[in-house]
């Protein structure tokens, strides 16, 4: 019967006949255990319980597997023994290299004694596909919610690289020492962006990006050998991976722990189940982990000659320990650590635990390699490169930050974030690691963060702490020299302005380095925030058609929010005018703060009204309460107030973001015309034009790109303004903003760029026995434009009921700012109520176009017969 059991299951071998495959060796098993084979049966059992139901038997049938199987190992162990040797490799070669390998250790080390461990038995079955091996608590934050702001998350990988990627070139490009590219280095589509520090930041951003390619080439062509992480001394490693019980029947394992290899001045491993003396009792505990650290089961260090125990000397690395037990059929992830406590090379090489506390288990990971594409052959044969995931170089001790982000005050313990929501909140920075950190860098996507720095000294300084042109980029304020010592915490405060449309992903990335070094870490963090809405805020700007120089600007403000709002004041941030309320809009009140109800709606009138620009010196801040009746509000510099810190910010995202977006734009369109090295269009010499023209606005090489002056240059001050609406809801404060308002257009704009006004009596009285009446108007017009020179015709059209007397019709020039002034008088022959605006201008447009415009304006004169 056992030489027909071996003939069939030779047969069988490798066929597509698997449970009867799996019969014949239970059966062969059986045989083979009667016979007291006991090596030989031991095989089998192993492979037995390492298939999908013991081999699709019964639950009683996988029992008696396990029972004999365990039996096997606890009363005959020298068989057991040679059947473990049977199991380790199926190749001879291989296996007897183990065998001396082990032959060497016990002959060598006095005291050693081998002891019985299984290996490649699939019980449990452990996925290696699922091995995933990196820093404890490294890269990224505990996945917990903020109370207030949102849930952490892990984030998308292409942002974070390229997060990462900008916060390279931000720091290189602000570098004392460096030096911009010249014309000749950059690309074309680069030349179009006339804002030096945005071109130094993307050139960086090219280079960047261009290396990271060219790695990555060379890794996937086989050029550069892969090289295994590099980990720091006394940092645990997480090493997790799937493990699944395939039989019905419940197993359980202990002392689940790695199996590593550690090579420094000497060699300290766990493998091959070799004891010398009894395992130490020592534990180890590390600021960076919860967990609690102990010596590998049979883990030695060598010497010159043979091998001493972990009792007599302290380990290289320290392991945890952990217990499970797997239902039917049941799976689990198991996290496993492990601490270098030298610096070497480390290599975890599998996972070891202990059968029903009977019998240890050993399983080697088989980690595969990147597909080589070096070479036709290694494509044709998928040949793969070494596995590097579970390698590493141990290096100098490091530092390791966790961030939290922590509510401070009544503004930060909302239940909900709502738009334009400022909250303050405190990140808290501790350093977990061996070494001190210094240089700490906070990179966001969102221009959300203003953090709490001196105030500033002028107008070209800095706002909140940023490094460069994205506005994105802080440097984090530390004390002590800008160093982190280990074991220390710091609380750094912030406020936080949420905006934006439904759910946000804000990310945020920090850099550090160890102190003394350049070598850097990074820290994640992401928030998924859910913003609802607050207010919808509008504004409207038009011509004053009774005073000359003035305009009026029109806010209108509705409630979408769930509770009732509270509205604070309305500011003008501007060089050139300021804002006074219009009177007699508001009913008599005592509160300071106005409530606006849900859906309810709220329109203010306010005029915006020039200011003598050689008066003064700085950008001011011009604050109305909506409570205010009368008074032109509230002036103080721009430097001394704090809203202008996030319009600041945002403006310089906004730059950057516009900029990258026009240059991917014009590098796709050359990659997709092939034309780089061919003349320009002169649509394409025109776009670029009006970029160059579009970023020189703002441009301003002395001044920083988040300042007040690059804000509100004083080539664009009589253009623009911006607005901010300040209001309150349960507690929280917030500001909505309104920027880049038009006012006068540049050298054009949308409608008629000639404003007209007029100056006439609104009552006349006369005797018409005398004959007709004489009406004086004094007609302004007024080139909106503030460089270009308009051409134009003036003409009145002749009403049926009344005549003009004066010059009615003639053509001119104003130059940018201008204004003309026109006499005329209206010749009216009996009382009434009369609309003596019958102005027509037509503009000559630059190529030769002329555009009519009427005014849809009435200037009443009411004429009472006396």
């Known amino acids: 019967a056992f030489r027909c059991f071996t003939s069939a299951l030779y047969i069988y071998h490798d066929g597509q006949w698997d449970e009867l495959h799996n019969h014949l060796r239970s059966a062969l098993a059986a045989q083979l255990y009667s016979l007291g084979r006991m090596a030989a049966s031991v095989d089998l059992y192993a492979k037995l319980v390492g298939t999908t139901g013991g081999g699709r038997v019964s639950v009683k049938s996988q029992q008696k597997f396990v029972n004999h199987l365990l039996e096997i190992v606890r009363d005959h162990t020298k068989k057991a023994l040679v059947g473990a040797d049977r199991m380790a490799h199926p190749s001879g070669s291989l296996r007897q290299q183990r065998f001396h390998r082990i032959e060497q250790v016990i002959r060598e080390t006095v005291g050693a004694v081998r002891v019985l461990e299984l290996p490649n038995m699939d019980l449990p079955y452990i996925d290696d596909s699922t091995v995933k091996c990196v820093v404890e608590s490294g890269t990224a934050v505990n996945r917990t919610k903020v109370p207030g702001l949102g849930h952490c998350k892990a984030g998308e990988e292409g942002i974070w690289d390229e997060l990462a990627c900008q916060t390279l070139a931000e720091l290189k490009a602000t570098d004392e020492k460096y030096v911009h590219p010249s014309e000749e280095d950059m690309p074309s589509a680069l030349l179009n962006i006339s804002d030096t520090s945005i071109q130094a930041v993307m050139s960086e951003i090219i280079k960047e990006k261009t290396n990271q390619n060219l790695i990555a080439r060379a890794k996937r062509a086989g050029s550069i050998k892969p090289q295994s992480a590099t980990r720091a001394r006394m940092e645990p490693v997480c090493v997790s991976f799937t493990v699944t019980n395939p039989l019905s029947v419940k197993v359980e394992m202990k002392d689940i722990q790695v199996v590593a290899r550690m090579k420094a001045e000497r060699v ?36 010159q000659i043979g091998w001493q125990s972990a ?49 240890w288990m050993y399983h080697p990971f088989k980690i595969q390699g990147a597909l080589l594409q070096n070479s036709q052959e290694n494509r044709a044969n998928r040949t793969r490169a070494e596995s590097m995931l579970l390698k590493a170089k141990v290096d100098v001790d490091m530092p390791r930050l966790t961030a939290t982000v922590l509510a401070s005050g009544v503004s930060s313990g909302s239940a909900k974030c709502i738009q334009g929501q400022i909250s303050e909140w405190t990140l808290r920075l501790s350093n977990i690691g061996t070494a001190p950190a210094s240089n700490v860098t906070l990179k966001t996507n969102l221009p959300w963060v203003n953090f709490e720095s001196n105030p500033r000294k002028s107008e070209m300084s800095r706002t909140s702490s940023c490094v460069g042109a994205t506005g994105t980029l802080y440097s984090l304020t530390i004390a002590e020299k800008g160093v982190i010592q280990p074991g220390e915490e710091i609380n750094i405060p912030l406020s936080l302005r949420t905006f934006g449309a439904s ?55 509705t409630n979408v929010e769930d509770n009732n709002m509270l509205l604070d004041k309305v500011s003008l941030a501007s060089r050139e005018y300021r804002l006074e309320p219009i009177g007699g809009q508001m009913l008599e009140d005592n509160s300071d703060l106005i409530p606006l109800q849900q859906q309810e709606r709220v329109t203010m009138h306010y005029r915006l ?169 004094e007609i302004t017009v007024r080139n909106r434009l503030v460089e270009s020179r308009i051409v134009f015709e003036f003409a009145v059209d002749r009403p049926k009921t009344f005549e003009f007397m004066g010059v009615e019709r003639f053509k001119s020039e104003l130059d940018g700012g201008d204004k003309m002034t026109i006499p005329l008088k209206a010749v009216i022959p009996v009382a009434g109520t009369y609309n003596v605006q019958k102005v027509r201008l037509t503009i000559t447009k630059a190529e030769g176009k002329t555009v009519p415009y009427l005014f849809p304006l009435q200037w009443m004169v009411r004429v009472n017969e006396e």
């Open 609 to 777: 009204v020039p200011t003598d620009s050689r008066n003064v010196k700085n950008c001011v801040m011009t604050e109305c309460k909506f409570t205010e009746r009368n008074g032109g509000g509230s002036r103080k510099e721009c430097l001394a107030s704090p809203q202008i810190n996030f319009l600041c910010l945002e403006a310089a995202h906004s730059r950057f973001q516009g900029s990258l977006k026009r240059f991917h734009a014009e590098m796709a369109r050359v990659e997709g015309s092939g034309d780089d090295d061919q003349p320009r269009h002169v649509s394409q010499i025109r776009r670029a034009k009006n970029n160059l023209d579009e970023d020189a606005e703002t441009q301003n090489s002395a001044a920083h790109p988040t300042s007040i002056a690059r804000l509100f240059p004083k080539s664009t001050s009589k253009t623009k303004i911006d607005m901010v609406c300040s209001w309150k809801s349960l507690h929280t404060p917030g500001q909505h903003h309104i920027t880049g308002i038009s006012v006068r257009p540049k050298t054009k704009g949308k409608g008629c760029p000639i404003t007209i006004t007029c100056k006439h009596p609104a009552n006349v009285s006369h005797n018409f026995a005398n004959g007709p009446v004489h009406v004086p108007l």
């Open 503 to 557: 759910q946000q992903d804000f990310y945020m990335l920090y850099r550090y380095e160890l102190y003394g070094t350049k070598k850097e870490r990074w820290l994640r963090q992401m928030l998924d925030v859910a913003i609802y809405p607050s207010l919808r805020v509008s504004a409207s700007l038009i011509p004053s058609y009774w005073a000359k120089e003035e305009h009026i600007l029109s806010v209108e403000l």
């Open 268 to 303: 300290c491993t766990n493998e091959d189940a070799i004891a010398i003396g009894p395992t130490p009792n020592r534990t180890w505990t590390f600021a960076s982990s919860t967990a609690t650290f102990t010596v590998p089961d049979f883990c030695r260090i060598s010497r």
């Open 311 to 359: 009792q007599d000397i302290d380990p290289y690395f320290v392991v945890t320990k952990k217990s499970l037990a797997l239902e039917s059929r049941g799976s689990s992830t198991v996290d496993l650590a492990i601490c270098p406590l030298v610096k070497g090379d480390l290599e975890i090489i599998g996972v070891r635990c202990k059968l029903f506390d009977s019998v």
